[in-house]
C-alpha cells in the first residue's frame, strides 16, 4: 500500500543525485533460488493468476481477521463465492506472527480452513508472512472501532517496531516462520510466499513520527535473514517479495532493499498505483529480468489506475492482485490522505474495493470487463 508522496520524493532525491541513469539493464543471471527456467515452469503449471487482497469484510486488520475470537469463516466463504464469481483465481492474504506466538497451532488450523474455503471456490492463495505498512505497535485482543472515513485505520505492522529495530531479536521471528512454511511448504493450495510487504514504508500520512530512523537498513537485513530462514525450509512454491519503489526504471537504485528482493525473489512481484503508461513502462523494465511477473498490488481509481488495466496485465502475463474486494472494516474505500483529511460524505469515487458488503458492485462495467478478461483468458490459455 504505497503513498505517491514517498515514491515522489525518493525519485526527485535520486534525479538530484544524478542516481538513475537513463536505461539500466539488469544482469542476465540473478541469485534469486529458483532458476529462470524452474520459474517459468511454474507460470506455465500455474496459469495467469487473477484476484484481489483479500481481508473480509467483518475484519479491520490482520488480527481480526485471524483471531479466535473474531474468525468468520462464513462471512469469508461468501465473500471468496463473490471473487470466483467476478472470474478470480488467487488471493493474497496477510499473515502475523504475534498469531503464531499466542495461538500457535490453532492460528495454523484457521489458515488451513481458509485454505480449504479458497480451494472449494477455484482460488489459490498468496500468503504474505510480514507486513511493514501502518500501525507500528500491533497488539493482540480487541482492536476497537476504526475511525470513521479513514483508510485502514486498524491495519497493523508485522512485526511491530520494537523487533524491528533490534537484530538481537530477530531470531524471536525464526519459529513463526518455520512453523507457517513448514506446515505448508508442500500444500498446491498455496501459489506463492510473499515474505514482506512493503518493508520499509515510512507511513507518511498514517505514522511518520511513530516510525523508525534507519528503517530501510533495518528491513533490510531482516529481509535477507527471512529469505535465508525459507530457502533453509525449501518450499515447493516460489519466494518473492515486492519491489514498490523505483519501478518505473531506477529500481535497483533506489535502495539496497530493492536490490535484495529483485536478486532473491524467484518470481519477481510489485505494486503499481500508477496509470497505463507508467504501468507499461514498469511491467517493460521488470520484463528483462526473464522471470514471471506479479503485481501484488494496484487499482486506486483516483490516481488513474483503472479496473480497465486488468486488461493490460493479462495482456503482458502478469499476475493481477487489485486491493480489495468488499468494501468493510478496513474502509480501503477511502484514500491514503484521509488520514489527513477525512472526507466529509460518501459521494466521492471509491479508491479502492470492488463491491458493497451486500455484494453489489460499486461498478457494473468494471464486474464485467474482469468477468471478461479471465474469462478471454482461460480461453486463450486452452488453445
Not at 29 to 56: H, M, Q, Y
Not at 361 to 370: F, G, K, R, S, T
Amino acid at each position: 500500500m504505497p503513498h505517491p508522496i514517498v515514491s515522489f520524493a525518493t525519485t526527485l532525491a535520486g534525479m538530484a543525485r544524478g542516481a538513475y541513469p537513463r536505461r539500466w539493464t539488469p544482469p542476465v543471471k540473478s541469485i534469486a533460488r529458483w532458476s529462470i527456467e524452474r520459474s517459468l515452469r511454474w507460470r506455465k503449471d500455474t496459469g495467469w493468476l487473477n484476484g484481489c487482497n483479500f481481508v473480509p469484510s467483518s475484519a479491520g486488520n490482520q488480527l481480526e481477521m485471524w483471531q479466535a475470537e473474531t474468525w468468520d469463516p462464513e462471512t469469508i466463504e461468501r465473500e471468496i463465492g463473490w471473487a470466483a464469481d467476478l472470474g478470480m483465481n488467487s488471493l493474497r492474504v496477510f499473515l502475523h506472527d504475534l498469531l503464531w506466538k499466542a495461538e500457535g497451532a490453532a492460528f495454523l488450523d484457521r489458515v488451513d480452513e481458509f485454505l480449504g474455503i479458497a480451494e472449494r471456490h477455484g482460488l489459490s492463495t498468496m500468503l504474505v508472512l510480514f507486513d511493514g505498512v501502518w500501525n507500528p505497535e500491533p497488539v493482540l485482543g480487541p482492536q476497537g472501532e476504526p475511525t470513521p472515513g479513514r483508510h485502514n485505520a486498524l491495519w497493523v505492522q508485522g512485526p511491530g517496531r520494537a523487533i524491528l529495530s533490534d537484530p538481537g531479536r530477530w531470531p524471536e521471528l525464526r519459529p513463526y516462520v518455520d512453523a507457517v512454511v513448514g506446515r505448508f511448504k508442500s500444500d498446491a493450495r498455496v501459489v506463492v510466499w510473499d515474505l514482506f510487504n512493503e518493508p520499509d514504508q515510512s507511513n507518511p500520512f498514517s505514522y511518520p513520527r511513530q516510525e523508525l530512523s534507519g528503517k530501510t537498513r533495518l528491513a533490510d537485513g531482516l529481509l535477507n535473514e527471512v529469505f535465508d530462514w525459507c530457502q533453509a525450509i525449501d518450499p515447493e512454491q516460489p519466494l518473492t517479495a515486492g519491489i514498490y519503489l523505483g519501478v518505473n526504471g531506477a529500481a535497483e537504485r533506489v535502495s539496497p532493499l530493492n536490490r535484495t528482493m529483485l536478486k532473491r525473489s524467484d518470481v519477481i512481484s510489485f505494486h503499481s498505483y500508477a496509470p497505463r503508461s507508467k504501468l507499461l513502462g514498469t511491467v517493460a523494465y521488470l520484463e528483462r529480468y526473464e522471470r514471471p511477473l506479479l503485481c501484488t498490488e494496484w487499482m486506486a481509481r483516483t490516481l488513474g489506475s483503472s479496473v480497465s488495466l486488468i486488461r493490460d496485465l493479462a495482456d503482458h502475463d502478469v499476475g493481477a492482485w487489485c486491493w480489495g474486494l468488499v468494501d468493510g472494516r478496513s474502509q480501503t474505500r477511502y484514500s491514503w490522505t484521509s488520514w489527513l483529511r477525512r472526507p466529509t460524505d460518501d459521494s466521492g469515487p471509491w479508491f479502492h474495493d470492488l463491491l458493497h458488503a451486500d455484494g453489489r458492485a460499486y461498478d457494473e462495467a468494471e464486474v464485467a470487463l474482469i468477468r471478461n478478461v479471465a474469462t478471454s483468458k482461460k480461453r486463450a490459455l486452452r488453445i
